[in-house]
């Protein structure tokens, strides 16, 4: 039984600047490098995804040191493409500079795709996309992670959960989809492992490949992919696509982010698409319109009071959050402000 975690509030101003002030403390970056990165971290807690939130500072702030960096550049260019080496830098920097380019090039060429290598773990994918579907486009992003997966009737840890997000605009919010190709990620089996929680049945398995509910085990096996050897094939896919156009950027060649010893080598790529290259803006609000209303529609279960479109749950937690503030567990404020002090930065 897991007992209830203790909970400590913050708002996220509060969560933001303090971000800044320990990246600009301990790594001497600029104020817009500082944004992009607080900014993704930030951005998963008031959504809900704990698992991608600040607990992810202290990885990026110990990698960030123990390495050198290049500039954030692109190497290739077309008109409707561009390949970006991300110079080691953090994930959200690089992430924000590639996608920023893919819109780039949708406005020029009505789709823009940018791949970018030699970067680090970006945090949650679907705040890349939301960042493109805010500003009208369909956006659509996917890295290769740490390898943390077997292959189907392997056992032995190969492939990433290699997440992927779509997004399309719309007028209440971006309908986002945000997902991993494993049951959970397992930034959450780590969540579980420092709370001394117990899992859930089905999330992961031992180093024998046996089911377990122990966290800590479970970090010593294997994550379940999502609907057996389909999610298996479709980490597969992306981390064929993504790790081969990144020079073999794969998943056995990628650091965990506890490991800050040297480039983590991870790739991502970015893709934004115009609407309105295909059909006019206000013909694409019309039939969205009609889609979300026939939706809503659908003869529901019995106690189903909503049907929920994706990404409408974190877009409702975001607002409560920017409301009432962000709960992260106080073991993981301790950890958190340990990691300040040794860096001697400001505690949160």
């Given at each position: 039984m897991n007992k209830k975690p203790?909970?400590?509030?913050?708002s996220e101003e509060r969560l933001?600047?303090?971000c800044n002030r320990v990246l600009k403390k301990c790594c001497g970056v600029t104020d817009d490098y500082a944004d992009a990165v607080s900014g993704a971290l930030v951005s998963a807690n008031l959504r809900g995804v704990d698992t991608h939130g600040v607990n992810l500072l202290q990885y990026y702030v110990?990698?960030?040191?123990?390495?050198?960096?290049?500039?954030i550049r692109v190497t290739a260019d077309a008109p409707a493409f561009c390949h970006i080496d991300g110079g080691?830098?953090?994930g959200p920097a690089v992430s924000v500079f590639a996608m920023d380019k893919a819109m780039e090039k949708a406005d020029a060429c009505g789709v823009g795709l940018a791949l970018a290598e030699?970067?680090?773990h970006f945090g949650a994918t679907g705040y890349y996309t939301c960042r493109a579907a805010s500003k009208g486009y369909i956006g659509l992003a996917a890295t290769v992670a740490y390898k943390s997966m077997a292959p189907w009737g392997g056992l032995e840890n190969f492939i990433g959960n290699n997440p992927f997000s779509l997004s399309f605009p719309w007028r209440e919010f971006p309908i986002m989809l945000d997902i991993s190709n494993s049951?959970?990620?397992r930034n959450k089996i780590i969540n579980y492992a420092r709370e001394g929680w117990e899992l859930p049945e089905g999330w992961a398995t031992d180093s024998e490949g046996a089911p377990t509910t122990d966290a800590r085990k479970a970090l010593?096996?294997?994550l379940q992919p999502i609907a057996g050897y389909k999610g298996v094939g479709i980490a597969m896919m992306v981390e064929i696509i993504v790790g081969t156009l990144a020079h073999g950027q794969y998943a056995t060649g990628i650091k965990p982010n506890a490991d800050p010893q040297g480039p983590q080598n991870v790739p991502h790529l970015f893709m934004a698409v115009k609407g309105d290259c295909f059909m006019a803006k206000e013909e694409i609000g019309r039939t969205l319109e009609k889609f979300v209303s026939d939706f809503r529609a659908v003869k529901r279960m019995k106690g189903v009071d909503r049907l929920l479109l994706p990404g409408e749950i974190e877009y409702s937690r975001e607002q409560e959050c920017k409301k009432n503030g962000v709960p992260l567990t106080r073991a993981l404020v301790e950890e958190l402000n340990g990691f300040a002090r040794e860096f001697g930065a400001d505690a949160l």
């Open positions: 203790d909970f400590l509030t913050f933001r600047a303090w110990r990698r960030y040191r123990n390495i050198p960096h290049g500039e080691g830098h953090m030699n970067s680090s049951v959970t990620a010593e096996g294997f």
